[in-house]
């Protein structure tokens, strides 16, 4: 006989998934109703313009896809990028080398252009990658790169994008709702981001975003999307319906409670007062981190508040830190990644665990593992 899961209480303060509050919780546990409830297409009607303000634009094709991050990801590359298409990548960390990935199995060339992990993408190697590959089509990059703490300059390589007659692709799973993403200012054409990181809702929704040259390119275009899930034009006759909804998928009906209760809650806060918050509770984790001895791995003026990381003093042991930190503080920060792997500590601070408590928890409990 199995039993009923029940998982630990956590403080989460990692890269995510963040400490998703009580309210958000509640809201996940009403009623499911159906997918095509007139009730429902209302819920979806408020999620979107919801998302249009977290993400400062008034794009009409802005939702939320039902399945993580990587299928946002995933569904920006499938929908604009064709076979024999040249692609301008940007890789600074784990995920621009992912977005390599996406655009090779779309049977397109990747440019790549490199900086070093830790630093933000270098705009002047991107204006030098468009004037070699004049044909280039795409540009993509991270914005808020989760596995260095790294920000570039999204509003300098959208208008470069633009400049070259590019479409531009921004991964912002991280950056949405901890630091400023203004879709409509940058002149960004598709953004996609994720619900676990400062939204803090459940995993597995992925809100995305695409500019009227994005549909144009959608619409116009002469092969079938590879992915018949991630196929906005058919994902658009359900989100986009005006009167009508066709179904497409099974939307994961309490998922999307959850997802506009968080979204409700960057309402109430206001998204200035919001991004004040993540630096506040960053700068004294910082300075707490100094007290005792740590130091940042990114200069001041690149750094994510949401993502801090933190390198590891020699001689300390990554992992049994990290373990300590779970099993006796009940407190989960994340391990380095990739080029970064066992150099770094990733101490999130992410929408609703980006709070006092949690800095101040998390400073005490490392004091006293470290001294
Ligand atoms: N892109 C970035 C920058 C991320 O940090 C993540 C997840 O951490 C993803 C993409 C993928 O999102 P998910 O894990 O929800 O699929």
Redesign the pocket.
Known sequence: MHHSFHPPQRTLMG??PSDVPPRVLAALAQPTIGHLDPCFIELMDAIKKQLQYVFQTDNPLTLPISA????G?EACFVNLVSPGDTVIVCQNGV?GG?MKENVERCGATAVMVEDAWGKPVDVDKVAAAFSAHPQASLLAF?H????TGARSDAAALCALARENRALSIV?S??GLAGIPVAVDAWGADAVYS?T??CLSCV?GI?PVTFSPRAVERILSRSHKVQSWFLDMQLVMAYWDGDSKRAYHHTAPVNAMYALHESLLMVEEEGLAAGHARHRRNHEALVAGLGAIGLEMAVAPEHRLPQLNAVCIPEGVDDASVRSTLLAEFDLEIGAGLGALAGKTWRIGLMGHSSRPRNVFTCLSALESILS
């Not at 808020?144 to 596995?147: K, N």
């Open positions: 890269p995510g993580p991050g990587s299928a990801m995920f992912r991270v808020a790169e989760t596995s991964d799973v991280t994720g676990q990181k995993p992925s």
